[in-house]
């Protein structure tokens, strides 16, 4: 005999204490050394949810408990606790049923049957059937709504759940997706040859099974089909199974037959013996790592039972503006798509970013779509600048207007994309368990969804609310009357904080680096200025389209330093008084590239602010030093620097007085420590490269991407990568993205994905890929003209440097929208130059 170490050194620490054989007991006796057994167990997983509750069953109720795991349920698994019918409860298998609702993601309910010898055979069976019943009536009450059913138990308990699945079948009772069976009894005779084997009467021995039948069932009725379930006449048409025994017990040869026996009756089953393990192992999962093992195992099992593998031409990842639009293209190419999203609705930034003041900052007649000229006649704009809400109801309203919502599973995150190069297609698997297998996968994630946990120190600690602009509450958040601290001065901050003051009774903002950020003056939109523009939407369009930035204003020729100082102030002010974002950098070509240029536009803002704030401290404090305007994202606002003329606002400059800690009331810093009722962290993004490296997403030989970026992003055109064929990055790193009007580059992506995908299938190719040299080539070309810019003088999110640890590059193409629009042309005019296809 041969057991693992860990099983040895428990059975060793039993025998010291001298626990006494249970068939010695009362089972009243038998049932306390159980119970001791398991409180000298650690508990489980805290973060699993509990909930007791109470299961009609005939004669009264008996006890259940309802346990959630932390991450979105797969399953609802009807759990069956071990100990022969006579021992045990939904106490004794708390840590089990914790363990087994994280590990399998699976909600799990475990059912506090009646036992023997006061309620013999078949109170047990039918305790357990009234509870399954109930579970299947109360899935909505019960917050499971459509989640397979799996019944599941260990021992008598796996006995009851391989009995539930051949009473729910002949009584047409409730579907059974799945029947986990954990080393289950199933033949009343006790007559398998592993009964016989002296090394495996091992915390289950021949006698204490004796001892738990005679309580259960006489000798007689424990022949019932429905108390062995191995004498049932037929198998066949039984739910899938997973069936799992362990080497040294005595009801191994028992779960094997019954598993062969299921077998070769159909059904599908999932068979292991696992070595060197005792009878009783899979429910000591916090202190025999087997165990751990063990429910792995099943929870892989259970996957491949529950969710068999669907076919789809593409999987898009993401259904904001691009997973949207690409959803449109490819189904108006015929193809079969999938589309994947986290959230419960379209919309992708704007869905997550709900956070007050939340408005586009690009004039909402540019930052709209114009793939369809009816959309783009039909919709109105009710401000120059759109807010959140409304820009919602755009995605919303193309979500409905082009019946995409069918191919678009909600509430769905994607966990791994696996490229299979035997088949020549992404296998993509959800974190619900759902698997997809597509030729083509697109990753429509946006480049400003990774939500960065702050990494600011004690931040657990805190008690009072927390909030973070970039995953805002969607029932929204009233600041009426409270305290609140703002962490992060980036584009979310400036527009929030304005508002939050209004609100709030005391602001105070956290502000590591000053912004430059400049009036938006929003305003209603004009229907008839709205009009003109729609009457000539073809040409706006076409500007637009080979615009440096996607809009549809032009940046002078000019050099800065040419002109007077007077002509200088006379353009700074024009841009400072256009309201939008462009409007400064515009003014002059050189403001981007040219240091002494750049001071020269930087002071004037400064000026600007000195000018508005009062207090003079706070002034000099929001004065942006050390980095060149627009090499960090600059903003455009809505009385951003006037707030802090407010009598409820102030600043704290984190480079006098750094966070210290957070604390269980606020914030500490050397300045002592402050309370709040709220803190809003606004402190940005994993840009550009956080919402792909995210997924585990492997290529060729199972490379990995987070290896294959490890000292940075490397793609073509910020399309496509080598080594991952098939893959596509709408607005991906090394693409203009983040520079532009996003929904110009967007559909410039789309539209150029969609033609690939469609020359592959005309030309009959099976993948697509840059080469290696393409790669690196433009790489190399990208760098040089981020080089020639002052972009990498800032310690910004666009070189990654708001990430610790992420390295340092520029992360976006500068060479501007049109430029870049004419090379993707005539890259595929080219066949595809710098492509691989087979
Ligand atoms: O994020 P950000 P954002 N301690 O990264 C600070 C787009 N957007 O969500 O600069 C203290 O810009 C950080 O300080 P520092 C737009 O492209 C568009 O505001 O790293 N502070 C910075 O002040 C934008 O650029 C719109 O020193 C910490 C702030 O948090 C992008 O999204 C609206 C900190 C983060 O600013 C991201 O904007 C909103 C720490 N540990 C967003 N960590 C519009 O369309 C970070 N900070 C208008």
């Known amino acids: 005999m041969h057991l693992d170490l860990a099983t040895t050194s428990m059975l060793a620490g039993m025998a010291l204490n001298e626990t006494p054989a249970l068939n010695t007991l009362t089972p009243e006796e038998a049932r306390l050394v159980f119970t001791e057994i398991n409180r000298s167990m650690p508990p489980g997983p805290e973060q699993v949810s509990s909930e007791d509750c109470q299961i009609p069953v005939e004669g009264g109720a008996i006890r259940g408990r309802i346990l959630r795991p932390s991450m979105t349920a797969k399953s609802v698994m009807v759990y069956y606790h071990g100990g022969g ?24 309910i475990m059912v506090d049957y009646r036992k023997a010898p006061e309620h013999p055979f078949p109170v047990p069976v039918n305790d357990c059937y009234a509870a ?30 391989a009995v539930m699945s051949i009473k729910a079948r002949d009584e047409s009772g409730p579907e059974i997706a799945l029947q986990a069976l954990i080393y289950p009894v199933t033949d009343g005779r006790m007559g398998a040859e592993s009964f016989t084997h002296e090394d495996k009467q091992l ?3 021949t006698e204490i099974m004796a001892f738990f039948w005679d309580h259960y069932a006489d000798s007689k009725t424990r022949l019932d089909p429905l108390a062995s379930p191995a004498l049932t006449a037929s198998l066949a048409d039984l739910p899938p199974a997973v069936v799992l025994t362990a080497e040294f017990d005595i009801l191994v040869d028992e779960g094997r037959t019954f598993a062969e026996h299921l077998k070769a009756s159909g059904v599908p089953v999932s068979y292991r013996d696992f070595a060197q393990q005792m009878h009783g192992f899979f429910a000591m999962p916090a202190a025999l790592p087997a165990a751990g093992k063990a429910m792995a195992w099943l929870a892989q099992e259970m996957d491949r039972h529950l969710n068999p593998t669907e076919r789809k031409d593409v999987v898009v990842v993401g259904a904001g503006f691009s997973g949207m639009y690409q959803l449109h293209k490819l189904r108006e190419q015929g193809l079969n798509v999938q589309v994947f999203e986290a959230g419960s609705d379209v919309g992708g930034t704007w869905y997550w970013n709900r956070y007050p003041g939340a408005r586009v900052d690009i004039e909402s007649m540019a930052y709209s779509f114009s793939f369809s000229d009816e959309l783009q006649q039909e919709w109105e704009w009710s401000e120059k600048y759109s807010p959140q809400p409304e820009l919602l109801k755009y995605a919303q309203h193309i979500a409905d207007r082009f019946d995409l919502k069918s191919d678009i599973a909600f509430d769905t995150r994607v966990a791994s994309a696996h490229f299979d190069e035997d088949t020549n297609e992404w296998l993509v698997t959800t974190e619900c368990g759902r698997r997809v297998r597509a030729q083509h996968l697109v990753m429509a994630t946006g480049v400003l969804s990774a939500s960065k946990t702050p990494d600011i120190s004690g931040r657990d600690n805190y008690r009072g609310e927390t909030y973070r602009t970039g995953l805002w509450p969607k029932e929204g958040v009233d600041f009426t009357g409270k305290r609140v601290a703002v962490i992060g001065t980036g584009s979310s901050a400036v527009q929030a904080i304005p508002l939050i003051a209004e609100e709030a009774d005391d602001v105070v903002v956290y502000q590591r680096t000053a912004t430059f950020t400049t009036p938006a003056l929003n305003h209603a939109l004009n229907k008839d200025d709205a009009s003109v523009i729609k009457a000539n939407y073809a040409e706006y369009r076409a500007k637009q389209r080979l615009n440096v930035l996607g809009v549809v204003d032009e940046r002078s020729l000019e050099r800065t330093m040419d002109v007077s100082a007077q002509e200088r102030d006379r353009r700074f002010k024009a841009g400072w008084e256009s309201g939008i974002l462009p409007g400064m950098l515009f003014q002059f070509a050189d403001l981007q590239v040219e240091q002494e240029a750049n001071d020269a536009i930087s002071e004037y803002i400064r000026d600007r602010i000195r000018d508005t704030v009062k207090d003079e401290q706070t002034a000099q404090d929001l004065l942006p030093t050390d980095y060149p305007y627009g090499t960090k994202r600059p903003c455009i606002d809505t009385n951003y620097y006037e707030t802090f003329n407010r009598e409820n606002v102030s600043l704290v400059n ?28 606004a402190t940005g993004f994993d840009a550009m490269t956080g919402p792909l490296l995210r997924v585990d997403i492997r290529g060729r030989g199972g490379v990995k991407l987070t290896d294959a970026w490890n000292d940075g992003p490397r793609s073509y055109l910020g399309i496509a990568i080598h080594g991952f064929p098939n893959l596509f990055t709408i607005t991906g790193p090394s693409s203009p993205s983040v520079l532009s009007n996003m929904l110009v580059s967007i559909e410039q992506h789309v539209d150029w994905v969609s033609d690939c995908i469609q020359w592959m299938k005309t030309e009959g190719k099976a993948t697509i890929e840059p080469s290696d040299s393409a790669e690196q080539e433009w790489a190399e070309h990208t760098e040089q003209l981020a080089n020639m810019t002052l972009y990498p003088k800032a310690n910004s999110w666009y070189m990654g440097a708001n990430v610790p640890g992420k390295p340092r590059m520029f992360l976006a193409y500068v060479g501007g929208v049109g430029t870049y629009r004419m090379i993707c042309d005539q890259v595929a005019a080219a066949g595809y130059r710098g492509f691989q296809a087979a």
């Open 85 to 108: 019918w006579v021992i045990g409860n939904i106490d004794d298998y708390d840590a089990v049923g914790r363990h087994l609702a994280e590990t399998c993601q699976a909600i799990v």
């Open 132 to 161: 399954l019943n109930w579970v299947d009536t109360q899935r909505s009450k019960l917050r499971i709504h459509d989640l397979p059913l799996v019944v599941a138990g260990d021992s008598a308990g796996g006995n009851l759940a």
């Open 654 to 681: 984190l480079r006098r007085t750094p966070i210290e800690t957070i604390t269980q009331k606020g914030i500490r810093t050397a300045e002592g420590e402050r309370e709040f009722d709220a803190i809003v962290y």
């Open 203 to 205: 915390f289950l021995t």
